[in-house]
């Protein structure tokens, strides 16, 4: 039924506005408080050492924000900008199931177990 | 200089390589990527973290306006993301596998095949040869607005593009970047889709693929907050300008003057990854 799929495309769409929308406005928020506090020299960024372990695990990026720690403010709508396309999955999980299509619904689901594979790895 | 400038001087950049990329359809990625390695001296791990985010950032935001023209194909793009999102979770894997300078060399490579490609992707639908049976199994057809009416189509070569899908994804997700122009080349030339499925599609498909990878990027301590928030914003404000004034754009004289921009970056990635500065 392509009204159907139609439907499920342009509410995916939507989504998926909104929600870059929420999280370019968190990062900005974050980034005009980092801006406003920082006044030292740019720290050295040609050689790697790796983020802080503050803004790599989501709990940690989480207890910052709560904090309203700047970096961890940005690291935050970086997060929800990461689980927009996610939800967007879940969403055809969802729609596919509801329009009665097993392959797809099953596709999705394999989608995003992928996708939250990449959460579960570690170094 | 202080980090207010600095920020600001990315994000500037950011807005200029978002604008080109919309306007040329390869993405900001491709070009944001060297030139904060080249000229901001950048470390290629960072600016791969930080590509990746605006990659979601585009792709995302411009995926709502694409979907109400009716031509990407919500079937094909999930059953496609399964080799994508794969392949992501394996190049994100490698990142840490390979050295900086070897990962450079991949990049030029993938910067001058773009370059090549978006020059001589001419628009043209793809001759259908044949009826395929496993796409027909499941499921992987569609139909899209013509002149007077709509077409019908259904998807070819299904094992071919999807082992060339797993590839993009993996270069999307050792790379930090949409890679577009490989799965263009899948659905257009192998999976023999009209022209406009295969490319909003595949945008619709680029930010799932980034996600695949973010989550070990993030785990590894690629995304640098401060340095990713002035490439998201700054790319993400170029992107959605750029996909404005697109109508109105001498396009033709933009793909060869940003194809330019994009051999001389490719050349000198290579050229700093063989002689091991990056």
Known sequence: MPGNDQRLEIAMGLMLRVGVTVAALVVL????????????????????????????????ILAGALRIESKSLIQFGILLLIATPISRVLFGVVGFTV????????????????????FFTRR | MNILLFSLE?????ILAGFLGALTGLGGGVV?????CLLFKIDLHYAIGASLISVIATSSGAAAAYVREGYSNIRIGMFLEVATTLGALLGAY???????????????VVLLYSAWASLH????????????ALATRLNLRGSY???????????????????????????????????????????????????????????????VTAAASAGVYLSRGYILPELA??????????????????????????????????????????FNGVTGRL
Not at chain 1, 99 to 106: E, I
Not at chain 2, 10 to 14: H, Q, R
Request: glycine share 10%; net charge positive.
């Open chain 1, 29 to 60: 928020a974050g980034g005009v408080l980092y801006l406003s506090q920082s006044s030292r020299p740019i720290p050295d960024y040609s050689h790697f050492h790796g983020a802080p372990a503050a803004y790599e695990h989501v709990t940690a």
């Open chain 1, 99 to 118: 329009m009665k299509d097993r392959l797809y619904a099953a596709v999705s689901a394999i989608v995003l177990i992928v996708l939250l594979l990449s």
């Open chain 2, 10 to 14: 990315i994000c500037l950049t950011s």
């Open chain 2, 32 to 36: 944001i990527v060297p030139v904060l």
């Open chain 2, 94 to 108: 490698l990142v840490a596998k390979i050295s900086a300078d070897w990962i450079g060399i991949v990049f030029g």
């Open chain 2, 121 to 132: 992707n001419a628009g043209v639908d793809p001759k259908r040869t044949r009826q395929d």
């Open chain 2, 145 to 207: 607005p013509v002149q007077g009416g709509k077409e019908d189509y259904t998807a070819e070569h299904v094992p071919a593009g999807f082992g060339i899908m797993f590839i993009a994804g993996m270069l999307s997700g050792l790379l930090g970047i949409g890679s577009g122009a490989v799965k263009v080349l899948a659905m257009d030339q192998v999976m023999k889709l009209p022209f406009k499925v295969s490319t909003t599609t595949s945008n619709f498909m680029i930010g």
């Open chain 2, 229 to 270: 928030m002035p490439v998201m914003l700054g790319v993400l404000a170029g992107s959605l300008a750029g996909s404005r004034v697109l109508v109105y754009a001498p396009v033709k004289t933009l793909r060869w003057v940003f194809a330019t921009v994009i051999v001389a970056l490719g050349g000198e990635m290579i």
